[in-house]
């Protein structure tokens, strides 16, 4: 493995962090309170290029290689992590279309994302099927004209409440069925359709195609409450043959390919988080004094400072193998997503933690970052598979 990075890679590593320094930090705290969705800089990150990684480059976009965007999410991340979950959603929504999509489906679907600073999500999980995706029951069902229709329900769907666009896995033909399928529900037909919102936030879109995507209220989450999550509800959705994507039958393969591309980038969010609460700690520490020294100083905390060092460079190794993995397409990939996705959340954890156990009795006060980041890091250990089916995962290849 060749750790050199390209200039390429170095320029987006300067670029994320310059924008972190002056469109994140100074205002996320504040944000965090109100927990207000942060579009403006989504729209920010939209305008510097960091958004939409893996649109290719056929339809105007950056197609940007697996390295360079676990480098710009980690980034990202060490400014907050509810805005890098946002923004790399549009990617967990699109790269299955940028894999499997036709080129007329690419323009369709993806051009949008490249003209205009929107979003998408990312519709797997369901009330009843979290880490059992097969458990899912959406499903389409061919009408008699011959499209099909889509009915079912959605749960933790980021950017929900403020999608464009939807890319929804469901069954076929019927909600027990074996099969599934990766479908869109385009820009245009919302665009062009008719939305209302009521004072909670909650949507009710109907399609200028035909049927109607309702969002729920906002969800009130102990983290990332900068990143907006809600369930959609699909009622008589109306889906023509071109919104499918690929094979009708290969959903289930889709998705563990889009997952095999994303888990990197979890741990990216995870990376990011830890380093976060390592500098901040530091920072603390080297100034607050306690029995005449600096906390810095003290060798059990020296230790524990050293612990999180040494949590925040594995697991950010563990990351640059796992996207390496990713680019060259090696069999292994999903193993090693799963590794770094799973060392990443532990670090994110594990930092934040003693990070906050550093700071005292302030890192238990709303107003210092160290609180938010050890509410933050939960999640990085549940979304996109929790550790166990990573651990299930790392096992079945295995043996
Ligand atoms: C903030 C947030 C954002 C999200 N964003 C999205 C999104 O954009 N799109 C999307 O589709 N989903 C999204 N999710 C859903 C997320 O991926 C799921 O919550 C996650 O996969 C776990 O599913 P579950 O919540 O149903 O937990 P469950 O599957 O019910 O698991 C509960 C517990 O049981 C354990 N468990 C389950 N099965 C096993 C097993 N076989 N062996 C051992 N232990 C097991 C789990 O590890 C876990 O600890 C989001 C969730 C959150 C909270």
Redesign the pocket.
């Known amino acids: 493995m060749d750790y050199k990075l390209t200039d390429n890679q170095r320029m987006y590593i300067e670029t994320v962090q310059k924008f972190v320094k002056n469109e994140i930090t100074p205002t996320v705290m504040e944000r965090e309170a109100t927990h207000e969705f942060p579009f403006d800089i989504i729209k920010k990150a939209w305008e510097i290029g960091v958004l939409n990684l893996s649109i290719p480059e056929s339809v105007k976009g950056y197609e940007v290689d697996d390295i360079s965007a676990a480098l710009i999410i980690r980034e990202l991340s060490y400014g907050d992590t509810g805005i890098s979950?946002s923004a790399m959603?549009n990617d967990?929504a699109n790269v299955v279309i940028a894999q499997h999509g036709t080129e007329e489906q690419k323009k369709a679907f993806l051009l949008p994302f490249v003209e205009a600073p929107i979003i998408s999500?990312?519709?797997?999980?369901e009330p009843g099927?979290?880490?059992?995706n097969l458990a899912m029951t959406a499903f389409i069902r061919k009408r008699d004209d011959g499209k099909y229709i889509l009915n079912g329900e959605?749960?933790?769907?980021?950017?929900a409440s403020y999608a464009s666009q939807f890319t929804v896995f469901c069954k076929v033909g019927k909600p027990g069925s074996l099969l599934m399928a990766c479908v869109v529900i385009p820009y245009d037909s919302i665009r062009n359709g008719e939305v209302v919102t009521q004072p909670s936030g909650a949507r009710e879109i109907t399609l200028s195609t035909g049927g109607t995507v309702i969002t729920g209220k906002p969800?009130d989450?102990l983290g990332?409450r900068l990143?907006n999550?809600a369930t959609v509800k699909f009622e008589d959705v109306v889906i023509e043959d071109n919104q499918i994507i690929g094979n009708r039958r290969l959903g289930f393969r889709y998705i563990i390919e889009v997952l095999d591309y994303a888990r990197p980038m979890i741990a990216a969010i995870g990376v990011g988080l830890a380093k976060r609460a390592l500098d901040l700690t530091l920072d603390y520490t080297k100034e607050r004094k306690q029995f005449g020294q600096r906390i810095c100083d003290i060798p059990v905390a020296r230790d524990m400072l050293v612990n999180m060092w040494k949590k925040v460079e594995l697991a950010d190794m563990a990351l640059m193998k796992a996207a390496f993995k990713v680019l060259e397409e090696d069999e292994d990939r999903g193993m090693y997503a799963s590794l770094a996705k799973n060392v990443a959340a532990e670090a994110a954890l594990y930092c934040s933690k003693e990070g906050l156990h550093l700071h005292g009795g302030y890192g238990f006060m709303s107003e210092y970052e160290i609180s938010k980041l050890a509410r933050d890091a939960h999640?990085i250990d549940?979304?996109?598979?929790?550790?166990?089916?990573q651990d299930?995962i790392i096992g079945r290849e295995l043996v």
């Not at 999500?121 to 999980?125: A, Q």
């Open positions: 979950t959603c967990l999500s990312f519709c797997l999980t099927a979290g880490s059992d959605k749960s933790f769907i980021t950017n969800e989450k990332q990143s999550t999640i549940i979304y996109e598979g929790t550790r166990e089916i299930m």
